[in-house]
């Protein structure tokens, strides 16, 4: 995606989120929405039609204000979430709801003091391991952290773990990196 429309979709999902979080703050509603946001997402993760809804531009206002509405009512999506839901799909703006989503989940977190580690991982990591590093990480961020993990496979081994501008990198691909160039110089 170039840049200049990754920044307009940010733009946008950030307007967008801020939005939602102010209504459903004033309806005391940020539990139930964040937890609709999650059923939202997993549907978007099942379903190759509802990822070509949202990101296609082929389809209609009308259409995909009657899809929003039919999959929302299907799937329980109602109140403040499920009245977003139908005015992004009427304002033509559902290709940011994944970067709302995101968003949104930011805001909450901020407004909660809690602070979201973005972090990578050579593997699946057990709940245990998720448990032992949000305590490691409350320590070192000195707030409640819910870690957002991603596997990645390239990494070997280790993690990479991002909060805010801060970056710790313990990675196998990137030890073994600093490895081969330190024999570079060396020889």
Known sequence: MPVATSSLTSGVASRYAQS???IALEAKAVDKVE???????????????LRRLIGSPVFS?????RAIAAIADKAGLDGVF?????????NRRLFA???MIKAFRAISAAHKGIVT???ASAFKLTAAQEKELKATLKDV???DVEIDVTVDPSLLGGLIVKIGSRQIDTSLRTKLSSMKLALKEVG
Do not use: C, R
């Open 20 to 22: 939602l979080f102010d």
């Open 117 to 119: 580690a973005q972090v």
């Open 97 to 99: 709801l994944p970067g």
């Open 35 to 49: 937890q609709q946001l999650g059923d939202f997402e997993a549907l978007i993760a099942e379903s190759e039609d």
């Open 141 to 143: 961020a000195g707030k």
């Open 82 to 90: 499920g009245n977003f839901l139908k005015v992004v799909a009427s």
């Open 61 to 65: 206002t009308g259409e995909q204000v």
